[in-house]
């Protein structure tokens, strides 16, 4: 099995890169892999130490096949970078695995993902493979799918990347005509809608709702895992007036999750658990993690 390349995306957070490095080192199959860093350029004066001290982290990383580190003179953005650096990659190699510096994984994280890309390979149905899920209450299957595509930890193919459109007003007049506005929202239980919204008028600069839907209109689907095998450490604060939440927290997978092959369609159990999920998250805290992100994504930290 060929090993897919790594795109880490960073920018200006020294800590929560130096723990993402660690544990994907901690990955079995991190010294077989090449990395490829993307590390975007400051935005203002004030972010220029935090670029510098990031970019530092790789002068003599070792643990990979090799390290690459591709840095930007100016400033391009999380959105601009992400979909450049994936293009990049997949034209190159015809896979890629996504990280960003926020990210902690599971030491069978890469195994997964690996397994996962060759596993369905050719399988047009399927967009792209996820490292993250829910902490929902119920058992869920080793694996399973859901339409669309995700960004907390994923992989992908050159040939579902092209699928990509980063048109927010083709893609929000598409699921509006289709009627699709609510089954886009995970049933009404999550504003995506309102993101990709936001995202038209500017007010955040997100590539994953868009990468989502984008997904989601060509009726792909995305493999997650029973057991997350991310952890997102940057949702540590929700605004100034609050504290941090533990909504989205999860245990790492302590054992390996089997690819093997599933019916390749939406599993209900797991959209009647992650319905409930939404739906038992308060509304005042949808509001601030959504808030949280546009406003992370706006300041060039997400």
């Avoid at 050159?158 to 699921?175: H, I, Q, T, V, Y």
């Avoid at 369609?265 to 546009?294: A, G, H, Q």
């Amino acid at each position: 099995m060929s090993l897919a390349p790594i795109a880490l995306f960073v920018y200006r957070r020294p800590d929560h890169t130096r723990r993402c490095l660690e544990k994907l080192r901690e990955n079995a199959l991190a010294d077989q892999s090449e990395l490829f860093v993307f590390s975007d350029g400051p935005k203002n004066p004030d972010a220029q130490a935090g670029v510098r001290q990031v970019r530092d982290l790789f002068k003599a990383l070792q643990g990979f096949r090799s390290v690459t580190l591709i840095e930007s003179e100016g400033n391009l953005g999380l959105a601009k970078s992400i979909i450049a650096g994936v293009t990049d990659i997949v034209e190159r190699f015809g896979n890629v695995i996504v990280l960003e510096d926020d990210l902690l994984t599971s030491p069978f994280f890469l195994r997964y993902m690996n397994e996962a890309l060759e596993f369905y390979r050719d399988q047009e149905e399927v967009a792209s493979i996820h490292g993250y899920f829910y902490p929902v209450q119920g058992n869920l299957p080793e694996t399973f799918f859901l339409r669309g595509a995700d960004c907390w930890g994923w992989a992908t193919w050159k040939r579902a990347w092209s699928l990509f459109d980063p048109d927010g007003m083709k893609l929000l007049n598409r699921l509006r005509s289709e009627g699709l506005t609510n089954s886009f929202d995970r049933n009404g239980a999550f504003p995506y809608t309102h993101m990709l919204e936001e995202q038209i008028a500017g007010k955040n600069d997100s590539w994953a709702v868009r990468w989502y839907a984008s997904a989601f209109l060509a009726g792909k689907l995305t493999l997650y895992p029973g057991r997350s095998l991310v952890q997102n450490i940057g949702m540590d604060s929700l605004g100034t007036h609050s504290t941090a939440t533990n909504a989205f927290e999860v245990n790492l997978a302590d054992r390996p999750v089997t690819i093997d092959a599933i019916p390749l369609l939406e599993e209900p159990v797991v959209l009647r658990e992650l319905d409930i999920f939404f739906k038992s998250l308060r509304p005042s805290l949808v509001r601030r993690i959504v808030n949280r992100l546009i406003a992370l994504l706006k300041s060039g930290k997400a």
